[in-house]
Nanobody, 119 residues
């Protein structure tokens, strides 16, 4: 069994910062790409950022220059540093990871952590 658990969400004023964490645990062989998505109220889940095992990153345009994704392979953890937050960043943030296990490689998702940015 594999689990992803996010933390670090909360309430912050516009212009502020938050750092999200996501830890993978369980019967993990290796973790390939890890990433973050978000879902705002009344909207579909959307891509935010992804990072490969080797550290290559990719961001959606509206977070470039403000958000930074990173990971610690030894800790099976991915981070999302969010700076210069805007009210439109308010959403539930979900991490995912492509994980190799003894029964195959699958994409796993966390339960989400809520970020609220007040104006």
């Amino acid at each position: 069994q594999v689990q992803l658990v996010e933390s670090g969400g909360g309430l912050v004023q516009a212009g502020g910062s938050l750092r999200l964490f996501c830890v993978a645990s369980g019967s993990i062989g290796s973790i390939e790409a890890m990433g973050w998505y978000r879902q705002a109220p009344g909207k579909q889940r959307e891509f935010v950022a992804t990072i490969t095992r080797g550290g290559s990153t990719n961001y959606v345009d509206f977070v470039k220059g403000r958000f930074t994704i990173s990971r610690d392979n030894a800790k099976n953890t991915v981070y999302l540093q969010m700076n210069s937050l805007k009210p439109e960043d308010t959403a539930v943030y979900y991490c995912n990871a492509d994980i190799r296990t003894s029964w195959g490689q699958y994409r796993y998702w966390g339960q989400g952590t809520r970020v609220t940015v007040s104006s």
